[in-house]
């Protein structure tokens, strides 16, 4: 994933709820149970995901048959989930999955055909885990069958009215099940430890198409009903569905976009690059190992940059740009395809071996494919990321493996799971140099490929391999601080651009009124360049000054999301009013998160309490359910 879903994560207590949910089920105890109580002071234990209440002790899924029929009046998925289950003892304890919000209409066990009505109750839902649901399970039987209905507001699902799409015609669909929001539309083991492959089939509205995380065929007919099949194994928040007015482009022999018409065209335009980032990662890294790579171009209102989808990563439209110069979005969900959708996080704690790994590959990416300046530029600005919210975070939280017992799992999107992670893995590579690393990290996805993993594990696998093999470059001692210390170990090392160097000058002769803003030449500057420049102003700016940029620039009427967000947050500090109508305009049309949370906040924090309210009340319903309740929040705060 890139950015949050939310904008900040409301923490509720979920072990107690989850613990009294579970006090009395009537259909026997499970021999694993769920998550134990947190004590103060004890270490969350490796391998164990504190936020399903699976017990895979007991039961492994191994693969999942599902029939969607989908209700765009009703807001549901009428669904039926056919888990097919290893069982790993003889205890014949009930099987434990994790739901929330779903109506139960029946559930039924067996094998060979033969099925049975089987017992089950649904335990007290809790804010952050949802429910379990708990199945007493005759003997020997390997398979599930749920008849159930979602709720209309299942966490997992936006529906978009079609004023929410581009081409206003027709209702959209999508899902977004990363963390833990697969079982607000599947009943399932929703724990990364977990692998499925799976199977589906999906009735929409016949004018309509579906996808999904699968293979898909851009021939399939619009007749109302598509199958998938999705053959290699991943972790549940990895299933994704999305249904609307698509269709297909294709941009290289293996890739293509998928999008509404309207943004169609211009979408294969800006990421014609993407074969070519397969390739020089196939190169760099080791095979691909899941056939295609297709983008689906979302909605304006898709909370977040992009999700990793397998086969089918899932983009915000807002990196259009005209100029590819957001696309390390792409490289990003591309680079997923090895790191995480192939070696996994076995749970949320160890959540920044997907994405540290995954933010290490996308520079990397980059690099091949646009040079040395994009490079440095990229990391720079992931390091000034990151040097930026360190204060914000508490000290525990500043450690790659993060201690999420009692909490949402989604806290743990910060920029350590990404930068931090990999600038640990860049100095990784400084030490041994690239081709040794290179080598690692192939043997790593190699030995690793199809599994989750824990941060445990990957420690194991280091110390035995590159560790074993240049203990005079690196030592477990200083990967251990890296891993579980907080902020950055010392003499770390830190990104520098050449081309940003030239920035700050420029920015200071403006300042200072030695040079006007038309005399900046700016015809070589990239979205990078212009984010250091806006991004490194001072707080407070003189109307005369805003003017003088605005004019020279037409920053605000920037095309660039990225830009356009720079210079509304300093128009919004500094109470520049001819940049109001567009950050109207912006927080009405763009639903992702990254932007509109910091702007909202941003507004409240410059006393523009009252525009914001006026704003959010028409906006908030377009937003996805999360990202709108956790801006709703923090603007009640203030
Ligand atoms: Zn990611």
Request: proline share 6%; charged share 25%.
């Amino acid at each position: 994933m890139l950015d949050r879903l939310e904008w900040k994560v409301v923490t509720l207590c979920a072990a107690a709820a989850l613990l009294a949910a579970c006090s009395k089920p009537d259909v026997g105890e499970p021999s694993s149970a769920p998550a134990p109580p947190v004590d103060a002071g004890s270490e969350p234990v490796s391998g164990i995901d504190y936020h399903s209440y699976a017990n895979t002790d007991d039961y492994r899924t191994t693969h999942i048959d599902l029939d969607f029929t989908v209700d765009f009046e009703r807001k549901v998925l009428l669904g039926e989930a056919r888990l097919h289950l290893d069982r790993l003892n003889n205890k014949n304890n009930p099987l434990v999955l994790d739901t929330r919000g779903l109506r139960i209409d029946s559930v039924r066990a067996g094998g060979d055909g033969k099925f049975v009505d089987a017992p089950f109750t649904i335990g007290e839902e809790s804010s952050d885990l949802g429910a379990p649901l708990t199945i007493k399970m005759p003997a020997d039987a390997t398979t599930l069958v749920v008849r159930y209905e979602t709720s209309p507001d299942a966490l997992a699902l936006q529906w978009l009215e079609p004023q929410q799409t581009a081409g206003k015609r027709h209702p959209f669909l999508y899902t977004q099940a990363q963390s833990i929001h697969a079982r607000s539309f599947i009943p399932l083991q929703d724990t990364p430890g977990v692998r499925i492959t799976y199977d589906a089939t999906v009735r929409t509205p016949p004018e309509l198409r579906a996808v999904m995380s699968a293979d898909n065929d851009p021939e399939a007919e619009l007749d109302g009903e598509f199958t998938f099949s999705m053959p290699q194994p991943i972790p549940p928040y990895l299933i994704a569905l999305a249904v609307g007015d698509i269709e297909f482009r294709a941009m290289g022999e293996l890739t293509g976009v998928y999008a509404e018409k309207e943004m169609l065209e211009a979408a294969a335009a800006e990421f014609a690059d993407t074969e070519a980032m397969l390739e020089i990662t196939e190169e760099t890294f080791g095979p691909y190992r899941w056939d295609r790579y297709d983008l689906l171009i979302l909605p304006p209102a898709f909370p977040i940059g992009g999700m990793e989808h397998p086969r089918l990563s899932f983009i915000t439209p807002t990196v259009i740009a005209g100029d590819k110069s957001l696309v390390a979005l792409i490289a990003h969900e591309l680079a997923h395809s090895w790191s995480g959708n192939l070696v996994t996080n076995a749970s949320w704690r160890d959540l920044w071996l997907n994405e540290g790994f995954t933010t290490y590959l996308t520079n990397r990416i980059m690099q091949a494919v646009y040079g040395d300046e994009r490079y440095y530029m990229e990391m720079a600005l992931g390091y000034a990321d990151l040097i930026d919210e360190l204060p914000d975070l508490d000290d525990p939280d500043e450690a790659l493996a993060v201690d999420l017992r009692d909490r949402d799992p989604d806290e743990v999107f910060t920029s350590i799971a990404y930068e931090k992670g990999s600038l640990f893995l860049y100095e990784l590579e400084l030490a041994v140099g690239r081709d040794v690393f290179d080598r690692f990290l192939i043997d790593y996805f190699n030995e690793f490929a199809f599994e989750s993993i824990s941060t445990e594990a990957f420690l194991d696998y280091l110390e035995s391999t590159l560790v074993a093999d240049h203990a005079e470059s690196v030592s477990m001692e200083r990967v251990r601080q890296w891993i579980f210390a907080p902020g950055l170990p010392e003499a770390a090392p830190v990104p520098r651009s050449e081309a940003f160097s030239q920035i700050e000058p420029v920015r200071q002769d403006w300042l200072s009124g030695r040079i006007a803003a038309e005399d900046i030449d700016t015809s070589e500057w990239t979205y990078h360049h212009w984010k250091r420049f806006l991004d490194g102003m001072p707080r407070q700016l003189r109307r005369d000054r805003l003017e003088d940029l605005d004019q020279a620039f037409r920053l605000t009427s920037a095309p660039n999301n990225e830009i356009a967000f720079s210079w509304l947050r300093i128009a919004i500090r500094n109470g520049y009013e001819p940049a109001f109508g567009r950050l109207e305009d912006f927080l009405k049309t763009i639903g992702r998160t990254k932007f509109i949370g910091v702007l909202y906040e941003d507004m409240m924090d410059a006393g523009m309490n009252d525009m914001a309210r006026r704003i959010f009340e028409e906006a908030g319903p377009t937003y996805h359910p999360l990202a709108a309740k956790s801006i709703d929040t923090a603007i009640r705060e203030q």
